[in-house]
């Protein structure tokens, strides 16, 4: 079972922030927090990763809390494509063949209206 | 990010058919291959996990006589539903791995199989 917990759906209004939140109160020290989003009929696609300091690329913003128990991707100015399923997953970065195996949980799909 | 391809994007079959997916890692070496599937209204499932050159390892309730998976070369890897029935209309994903420590995992574009 996956390890995290995410809020089953949201609704953001195009070109507002939309933030986000994961609980994985169960992750352990060398497990990174991954975000992925699955747009529809597509394979998931890779959006963001930390391990306790806050990241940020061009796709989206990470906030980890200081225990490391909850997390928030913040999308800071959602469009209409970015409407998908988010899923949040803790996953160790060690190396080895199971490396890169995923457990996804039920996610959060984020609905961006006009 | 690295390029996966999947083959077919979809397939329809009739039941008591094998169908093959073939996915390619394009610019890496795979050698290992994560199978998933999603049922609709579904997360992803983790079916099974193929090394280059030897035996796929299935998760638990997956049949590894019915899900055939291939890994020959490590930038190929073929599942095949054999005697595909209607419950096993879904949609497939794979995931190459490269065994060591990547900051990303990319997938592959999926294969929507409908067996009527």
């Known amino acids: 079972d996956a390890k995290t917990t995410q809020p089953p759906s949201m609704d953001c209004a195009e070109g507002r922030a939309a933030n986000l939140p994961c609980n994985h109160s169960t992750i352990s020290g060398n497990e990174y927090v991954y975000w992925y989003r699955q747009i529809h009929s597509q394979g998931p696609q890779y959006i963001i990763h930390?391990?306790?300091n806050n990241e940020t690329n061009e796709m989206a913003s990470l906030i980890i809390t200081e225990d490391r128990k909850s997390s928030t991707l913040i999308l800071p100015h959602a469009t209409l494509r970015d409407t998908a399923v988010y899923y949040c997953?803790?996953?160790?970065?060690?190396?080895?063949?199971?490396?890169?195996?995923?457990?996804f949980g039920q996610g959060t799909i984020l609905t961006v209206h006009p | 990010g690295a390029v996966v391809s999947q083959h077919p994007s979809w397939v329809i079959c009739k039941s008591g058919t094998s169908v093959k997916i073939e996915c390619r890692s394009l610019d890496f070496q795979a050698t290992t291959m994560f199978w998933y599937r999603q049922f609709p209204k579904q997360s992803l499932m983790l079916m099974a996990t193929?090394?280059?050159?030897?035996?796929?390892?299935?998760e638990q309730g997956v049949e590894k006589d019915k899900f055939l998976i291939n890994h020959a070369s490590l930038t190929l890897s073929t599942l095949t539903v054999t005697s595909a029935h209607p419950e096993d209309s879904s949609f497939y994903i794979c995931?190459?791995?490269?065994?060591?420590?990547?900051?990303?995992?990319?997938f592959g574009p999926g294969t929507r199989l409908t067996v009527l």
């Open positions: 997953i803790d996953a160790s970065n060690a190396g080895g063949t199971s490396y890169g195996k995923l457990t």
């Open positions: 193929s090394n280059e050159g030897s035996k796929a390892t299935y």
């Open positions: 930390g391990l306790k």
């Open positions: 995931s190459p791995g490269r065994g060591d420590r990547t900051d990303t995992q990319y």
